[in-house]
């Protein structure tokens, strides 16, 4: 087709739907769960005897409501970051490959279909053939072989679209990443940080084409690649265990930087835990001034008596019959290079004397409990440990004494991952990815922890202990409580009103502020309770659609990575990466 429109291409999806809503998919998969149509309109004509044909004019039915085609919605970000389109017209060479390998898997001609969408009328019969091969579910061998190297980006580099060809084999130096560590994160984040090109925002809206001279240069297709290869190579360990630790050898690069987004992870999860605390306080206080809500939470012993719990350490058990999910375990086999089977509990300590000492001094006290040489140890004294204790709290109902038991647990948390930079991340070997890592960095995050440590030299922010000289706890409940006011309620209102400023309406005001400055909880959202239901959000790392996506590629059981297990393809691609010499 020439420079067809969006009507157009409507009528061509159009077919696509009513063959997929056709055929009998399997149960596992995706299915044609995700396609958007009249399905209650096909599904009426299927089950009609008398019916020859589906009208698929607007009279007809429509997509998602609206007579366009959801490519020029959704579909074309994808193809963009695979670079198989140039532009809404234009295939590049991978997609004219991918589009004949589709056109000699199905039993129906382009010319049929193409006679179908003129007279805007499918042939009843065309959708029975067309069901039989080209549903979404359905994929030849040399679909999935193009496919797989679309997605990790085994194609030769150039910065001219007519010139993309599937070329290079898997092999360990397509791993590395050094050479790009000095690539802006902040403008290539999606690449690493959400791990795969369907899921984001950014790829969902994209409505153009890559500048193909960026995109290698600055790695963009490593940082891809490394990570669904990691993801793939951890995930089979931690089902099979064929090693007592996972063994990383061609992807210790991409583990660096997945552990510096883990550990980034954390940090949201305890900035996102001291606000819950404080939020919860609020509908618990209110009306209440900033000044009584942080002394209720932090001026009082049981902060300083749940900081003290923390610190003497956590005990961490496995419950009884149960199964961890396969992407926690990778986190953990990543971040500390082992992992539990079976789902964490958490156990405080029964220490009942209060803190008494500074910030620094329960940094001392966390890096004493390190065994020597692997600071990054899943001890009671792990960011893990304190995570599933604060986890566990969340789930009790709200009161004043579970927010200072939260905020306790939380400010240990931070004090723990403030303490990485002196142990590793001040070392001249993690430097490259220290300094790539800095230029996606926004306040509160792993590098505000880093600067609550006075080992950071750059820009401290640990706060002086002059809140309130008068209430009787310790030095570090005073900066908790500075740290909370920085980052809790102060960024809250500043980024709230900013998003109102900008017309962003989907911010729910979740503390209102009179002109004193007094706080009161907003009881006319949620149905009055917390903010998604008193947890922090979802982790950076989102996995949802690779799951389809490896499944869809045989290289997983299921469509799950919440249960993946690795079929003998993914380890044999796993394998082709990281053994030197294999080929595929």
Known sequence: MEKHTAPERALYEKFLLAVSTKHDCTTDGTGTSGIVGNDSYLEAQFSDPTSESIDISSDGFTIAGEDKSRFDSYYKGILYR?????????????????????????????????????????????VERGSDSGC?????????????????????????????????????????????????????SEALIESTLAGTESVEGADYSEDLDLFFSSGRDAFVRSSLVLLLSVGDWVNRRPTSTPMFSALEDTREAWRLLVHSEYASYA??????????AVKELEPVTPSQLLQAVFGNPDFDRAVEQALSGVS???????????????????????????????????????????????????????????????SGHSERAYRTLISQTLTESPSIGKSRRVAGYSTVLLSRLSTRYDQYYSNDAQQPFVNWFNTAHVDPGAITCWQLHDSYGRDPKLPEATLNSEWPTSEISHQAARITKQWGLDHYFEELYNKIKNGNGKSPQLIEVDGDGVLTFNRDINDGGIYNGGYPNAPTLKFERLGDIFYELGLIEGNSLSEMVVTDQGRQLVSAFTNAGDDR
């Open 136 to 188: 979404l579910c359905q994929i030849s061998s040399e679909e999935r072989e193009l496919l797989i190297r679309s997605y990790w980006y085994l194609v030769t580099p150039t910065d001219h679209f007519d010139e993309l060809a599937f070329g290079p084999r898997p092999t360990p130096k397509l791993l590395s990443l050094r050479e790009y560590l000095g690539t802006d994160l902040d403008a290539e």
């Open 316 to 378: 961490l058990s496995e419950a009884d019959n149960t199964e961890r999910s396969v992407l926690s375990s990778i986190r953990d086999a990543v971040y500390f290079g082992e992992s539990p089977r079976g789902v964490l509990e958490a156990q405080p300590s029964d220490q009942t004397e209060p803190f008494t000492g500074t910030w620094m001094t329960a940094c001392d006290r966390l890096q004493a409990k390190d065994p020597a040489g692997d600071s990054f140890s899943l």
């Open 271 to 280: 900035f996102q835990s001291l606000f819950i605390s404080i939020l919860e």
């Open 82 to 126: 695979l670079l198989l389109f140039e532009n809404e017209w234009t295939l590049t060479p991978l997609g004219e490959q991918l589009a004949h390998a589709y056109d000699d898997a199905v039993n129906f001609e382009f010319d049929e279909v193409s006679s179908a969408v003129a007279n805007k009328q499918l042939p009843m019969e065309l």
